[in-house]
C-alpha cells in the first residue's frame, strides 16, 4: 500500500481537485484506491459522495483506538473507489492529537487498511499543523500544488522550512504548479523558468480552466466532465508523473 497526499499550507491552491481527479485516475487504471478527506469543509467529500447521511461515529473513538478506521470508510459511485468523508469532530484532530502525544498515530491508523487497499491518497485541510506533521512524516510522496506566484513559492519555503525544523527529510515534498493562468505574464515567466524558481518542481502543470471548476456543478472527476480537455489531460499526466515516483 502506498499512501500519497496533496498539502499545502496555503487554501484554494487546487489540492482538493487533485486529490479527486488522482484517486479517480487510480481507481480507473484498476488499483483500490482509498481517499481521505481529512479536511472538516469536506470539499472531497461533497464531490464524490452523495451519502447525506450525519456520521454518528466519533473521531475521540478512532483515537482512543475504539473504532476502526475500516467503519468510517464509505463507497463512492464508483468501482475501485472508496472515501472517508470529512467528519465536524475533524476540526479538534490537532488537540486530539497533542493530547495522544503520538507521533505515529496517523501510520497507525492507516496500516490496517492495507490489506483490501492499494493506494490511500489524503486530501489535506490548509495549514501546519501537528496533523500536517504527521502526514509528512507518513504519506510516500506529499505533492504541493503551487499557484504560480512570488507568495506560493515563499509557501513552499514555509512547508520545507517546517519539515526540516522536525526533522523531516523534504525529498518526498513535491511541488507543481497548479491554476496556470496563460494570459498573467507572471504565470508563464514562473512555469518557463521552473528550473531557476522552483527546481524541485513536477514536469506537470495543471492549467486555470473552467472544466476543473465545473466539477463542483456536475459532482464528479474532471474526466467525466469533460475527458477530451486540456485539465483532464494535465491530471492524467499528473497521475502517470505520480505513479513513477511512488511505485519507483
Ligand atoms: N486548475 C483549476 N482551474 C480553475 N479552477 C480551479 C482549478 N483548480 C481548482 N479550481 C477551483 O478553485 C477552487 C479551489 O480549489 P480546491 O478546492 O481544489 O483547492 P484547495 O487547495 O483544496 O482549497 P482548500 O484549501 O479550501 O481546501 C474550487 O472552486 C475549484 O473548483
Ligand atoms: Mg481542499
Redesign the pocket.
Known amino acids: 500500500m502506498r499512501v500519497i497526499a496533496?498539502h499545502?499550507l496555503?487554501?484554494?491552491?487546487?489540492?482538493?481537485?487533485?486529490?479527486?481527479n488522482t484517486a479517480y485516475l487510480a481507481s480507473q487504471a484498476g488499483i483500490s484506491t482509498l481517499l481521505w478527506d481529512l479536511?472538516p469543509?469536506g470539499?472531497?467529500s461533497w464531490l464524490l459522495s452523495d451519502d447525506e447521511e450525519p456520521d454518528a461515529r466519533k473521531l475521540g473513538q478512532l483515537v482512543k483506538g475504539k473504532s476502526p478506521i475500516g467503519s468510517f470508510i464509505r463507497s463512492t459511485p464508483f468501482p475501485k473507489l472508496d472515501l472517508i468523508p470529512a467528519h465536524h469532530s475533524f476540526r479538534n484532530i490537532d488537540i486530539k492529537l497533542d493530547d495522544a502525544d503520538n507521533d505515529r498515530m496517523l501510520k497507525q491508523w492507516l496500516k490496517p487498511l492495507s490489506e483490501e487497499t492499494s493506494l490511500v491518497v489524503l486530501?489535506?485541510?490548509?495549514s501546519l499543523s501537528r496533523l500536517a506533521e504527521q502526514i509528512l512524516r507518513t504519506a510516500d510522496g506529499i505533492f504541493v500544488?503551487l499557484i504560480p506566484t512570488w507568495l506560493s513559492l515563499n509557501s513552499w519555503e514555509q512547508l520545507t522550512a517546517f519539515a526540516k525544523d522536525r526533522k523531516i527529510k523534504t525529498n518526498r515534498l513535491h511541488p507543481f504548479f497548479?491554476?496556470?493562468d496563460r494570459r498573467k505574464a507572471l504565470h508563464r515567466d514562473l512555469v518557463a523558468n521552473k528550473d531557476l524558481h522552483l527546481p524541485e518542481g513536477m514536469h506537470t502543470t495543471?492549467?486555470?480552466?473552467?472544466?476543473?471548476?465545473?466539477?463542483?456543478e456536475e459532482r464528479l472527476p474532471v474526466e467525466q466532465v469533460s475527458r477530451r480537455s486540456a485539465?483532464a489531460g494535465?491530471y492524467r499526466d499528473l497521475w502517470s508523473e505520480i505513479q513513477g515516483m511512488i511505485w519507483r
Not at 10 to 20: E, I, L, M, R, Y
Not at 123 to 126: G, L, N, S, V
Open positions: 496533496f499545502n496555503k487554501g484554494g491552491v487546487g489540492k482538493t481537485a487533485a486529490a479527486v479536511d469543509q470539499a472531497a486530501d489535506c485541510p490548509p500544488p497548479s491554476m496556470v495543471i492549467p486555470n480552466a473552467s472544466a476543473i471548476e465545473r466539477m463542483g485539465a494535465a
